[in-house]
T-cell receptor
Framework: AQSVTQPDIHITVSEGASLELRCNYS??????LFWYVQSPGQGLQLLLK??????LVQGIKGFEAEFKRSQSSFNLRKPSVHWSDAAEYFC?????????????FGSGTQLTVLP | EAGVVQSPRYKIIEKKQPVAFWCNPI?????LYWYLQNLGQGPELLIR????????DSQLPKDRFSAERLKGVDSTLKIQPAELGDSAVYLC???????????FGPGTRLTVL
């Protein structure tokens, strides 16, 4: 069965600093990988996804992620964090069940941005 | 285009009472998901519908939880009776059939006293 580990429960960065959120996955085949963001009281919003091809994926809000098969990782990065990026970030791995994707989420990383 | 709509946004009930959550998916999305999100955790799938058929309900605690999607559009998730441990956020998501991206609603935060 697939699983996702987000080793960092909470990360604090200063506004303007760079950011990297870690994600490690376990999946037997080529994974489908996602990063979602959840602001307080909001649903999850898709930041980016990787299915195949270029291992560096660009997403919304200036985020990018790099798929590294050798390390079973899909880390999320942003070169310069904005105060509005403070939220909880979830990495997920997708598997195929019939005609749909099943998502398995990590436990999330809470991002605090200092002024 | 409207996103996934859920109601109510917040619900406080006493234990042993029934409660129901409603979800309206994005128009044209055949696949609908209900997730449970405990505090400090990622969402966990409870049930998935393809149109009106529940195709994956293996994680739904069927002794107290039930769900329906009678016309293949709106869906209702019910808990009867609620227990203290059911306090959580219940998320609804939808996707086009066979699509890779799920779109999430804002969730219903349930507090059981």
């Amino acid at each position: 069965a697939q699983s996702v580990t987000q080793p960092d429960i909470h990360i604090t960065v200063s506004e303007g600093a760079s950011l990297e959120l870690r994600c490690n996955y376990s999946y037997g085949a080529t994974p489908y990988l996602f990063w979602y963001v959840q602001s307080p009281g909001q649903g999850l919003q898709l930041l980016l996804k990787y299915f195949s091809g270029d291992t560096l994926v660009q997403g919304i809000k200036g985020f990018e992620a790099e798929f590294k098969r050798s390390q079973s990782s899909f880390n999320l990065r942003k070169p310069s964090v904005h105060w509005s990026d403070a939220a909880e970030y979830f990495c997920a791995v997708g598997s195929t069940s019939g005609s749909a994707r099943q998502l398995t989420f990590g436990s999330g990383t809470q991002l605090t941005v200092l002024p | 285009e409207a996103g996934v709509v859920q109601s109510p946004r917040y619900k406080i009930i006493e234990k042993k009472q029934p409660v129901a959550f409603w979800c309206n998916p994005i128009s044209g999305h055949n696949t609908l998901y209900w997730y449970l999100q405990n505090l400090g955790q990622g969402p966990e799938l409870l049930i998935r519908y393809e149109n009106e058929e529940a195709v994956d309900d293996s994680q739904l605690p069927k002794d107290r939880f039930s769900a329906e999607r009678l016309k293949g559009v709106d869906s209702t998730l019910k808990i009867q009776p609620a227990e203290l441990g059911d306090s959580a956020v219940y998320l609804c998501a939808s996707s086009q059939q066979g699509a890779d991206t799920q779109y999430f609603g804002p969730g219903t935060r349930l507090t059981v006293l």
